[in-house]
């Protein structure tokens, strides 16, 4: 059993049932599976919870599980361990990391801040745990624009690190928010070229964004709001057709749970791909879940100072969420 490449690399015996195997693991280790709605089709079938980042959040704090299995990326998996300390963390492959989160050096980040003394801070969940130490509250794209008009309106706001999150959110409040110039590689290579012979090709089809698209992307939309927003606007919509502008992995539960609708994967700007996927959400496998579960590698651990620091912005966001109503 090796862990060296970030995962268990051990073999498998290719005769095994590996669903069955998962479920029996996960009883016998006492563990809840959580998967973010990019995942692999194969990873949500067997989850216990499938949600957006607030929702696995919500959920980490809540779970009477020893053992989280976060099948999503590694800032995922460290939300779960600050929220959770004394449970076992697993992320299936630790290589799975953010392009966000790594577009905001916390070291980086710490001097923004310090050039800009008397903001507040505000930190997508999107971000490294070094970085959430350095917030005051944490947001998510499901709850970003209520949390920022919960803020005195002129409060000075340092906003990171998705530079297109933070400028939909100053356009829809009246912010001047200041933002770190950062963002998600998957959402900003949707093509407005393509999504426009799109909607010539789908006239009655609704168009879905998810927020950390840039701005022309955005305004081509019917409906802008997170992965679950996104879901549930399709859910109750009438129309037949929807365009959906986030990775792709969504597109199973919308499927799933609309079989009489048609989904679309709005295509990126380069290549031939019809759809626009998280390469770094793709890696956890099938075979990778039962190995985390079978050897209960490879755990997430974050540094206690710094999760002592990271905890509270965190709460502070599940606090004013519950306040707010957006959460109970």
Request: hydrophobic share 40%; charged share 25%; proline share 5%.
């Given at each position: 059993?090796?862990?060296?490449?970030?995962?268990?690399?051990?073999?498998?015996?290719?005769?095994?049932?590996?669903?069955?195997?998962?479920?029996?693991?996960?009883?016998?280790?006492?563990?809840?599976?959580?998967?973010?709605?990019?995942?692999?089709?194969?990873?949500?079938?067997?989850?216990?919870?499938?949600?957006?980042?607030?929702?696995?959040?919500?959920?980490?704090?809540?779970?009477?599980?020893?053992?989280?299995?976060?099948?999503?990326?590694?800032?995922?998996?460290?939300?779960?361990?600050?929220?959770?300390?004394?449970?076992?963390?697993?992320?299936?492959?630790?290589?799975?990391?953010?392009?966000?989160?790594?577009?905001?050096?916390?070291?980086?980040?710490?001097?923004?801040?310090?050039?800009?003394?008397?903001?507040?801070?505000?930190?997508?969940?999107?971000?490294?745990?070094?970085?959430?130490?350095?917030?005051?509250?944490?947001?998510?794209?499901?709850?970003?624009?209520?949390?920022?008009?919960?803020?005195?309106?002129?409060?000075?706001?340092?906003?990171?690190?998705?530079?297109?999150?933070?400028?939909?959110?100053?356009?829809?409040?009246?912010?001047?928010?200041l933002l770190w110039d950062g963002a998600c590689h998957v959402h900003e290579q949707f093509s407005v070229q393509k999504l426009m012979d799109l909607r010539k090709q789908h006239r009655d089809a609704r168009v879905l964004v998810h927020p950390e698209c840039p701005k022309p992307i955005r305004l081509v939309a019917d409906k802008v709001g997170s992965t679950q927003a996104l879901l549930n606007y399709a859910i109750d919509n009438d129309a037949r057709e929807f365009i959906v502008c986030t990775e792709s992995g969504i597109l199973f539960q919308m499927q799933r749970q609309c079989p009489d609708k048609t989904f679309i994967p709005a295509p990126p700007e380069d290549g031939t791909c019809a759809c626009n996927e998280c390469n770094f959400m793709k890696l956890i496998t099938i075979e990778k879940l039962y190995n985390s579960l079978r050897y209960m590698q490879p755990t997430i651990e974050v540094d206690p100072a710094i999760a002592e620091r990271a905890v509270r912005p965190i709460e502070r966001m599940l606090d004013i969420s519950k306040q707010l109503g957006i959460i109970k």
């Open positions: 059993m090796n862990v060296d490449k970030g995962y268990v690399d051990a073999p498998i015996d290719e005769h095994l049932d590996l669903r069955s195997e998962i479920l029996r693991l996960k009883q016998e280790r006492n563990a809840v599976i959580m998967a973010h709605y990019y995942q692999r089709q194969e990873i949500q079938e067997l989850a216990d919870h499938i949600g957006d980042s607030l929702a696995l959040a919500q959920l980490a704090a809540k779970t009477d599980a020893q053992v989280i299995v976060l099948c999503g990326v590694h800032f995922m998996g460290e939300t779960a361990k600050i929220l959770c300390p004394d449970k076992t963390v697993i992320v299936p492959d630790l290589s799975a990391g953010c392009s966000l989160a790594d577009s905001c050096p916390a070291d980086e980040f710490e001097a923004f801040v310090k050039a800009h003394p008397g903001h507040t801070v505000v930190s997508y969940v999107n971000t490294n745990a070094a970085v959430k130490a350095l917030t005051d509250v944490v947001v998510t794209s499901s709850n970003a624009k209520q949390i920022v008009e919960s803020l005195p309106e002129d409060e000075p706001i340092i906003f990171g690190p998705d530079r297109n999150l933070g400028n939909y959110i100053n356009s829809i409040t009246g912010r001047k928010m």
